[in-house]
């Protein structure tokens, strides 16, 4: 028996087919959705690791004698600055790591909690 013109198995042969292509569609869709998501991540942690190094790299050289900005000072007031002289005490910079990364953590926490309300 002839249904509009197909049979009625190529009828469900060809809603089987538009099926297929629409899950193909979706299937593409997602797969490019999350290559980019997971471009995106892989920027994001490399972006966190480089704010994490210039964090602590940046708070160390206050209390390293051998750092840029030690020896600076020292070039330039050896009298007031001698050698091997810091601006701040180990402790005190390891005080100013743990408050940058405590809010360098509440930025990321934010960050990601606007981005997935966005979704």
Avoid at 22 to 41: C, D, M, P, Q, R
Avoid at 67 to 79: A, I
Avoid at 88 to 103: K, N, R
Wanted: with cysteine.
């Amino acid at each position: 028996m002839i249904i509009s013109g197909l049979r009625r198995s190529e009828r469900r042969n060809s809603l089987v087919v538009k099926d297929l292509q629409l899950s193909l569609l979706y299937l593409h869709f997602f797969l490019a959705v999350s290559l980019e998501s997971v471009i995106l991540i892989i920027m994001t942690q490399r972006k966190i690791r480089e704010l994490i190094l210039g964090i602590t790299r940046g708070n160390l050289a206050w209390a390293d004698p051998m750092s840029k900005v030690c020896l600076e000072q020292h070039d330039r007031h050896p009298e007031k600055f001698p050698i091997g002289s810091t601006f701040q005490s180990a402790e005190e910079v390891l005080e100013d790591i743990i408050g940058g990364l405590t809010s360098l953590q509440e930025e990321i926490r934010i960050t990601a909690s606007f981005n997935s309300a966005q979704l």
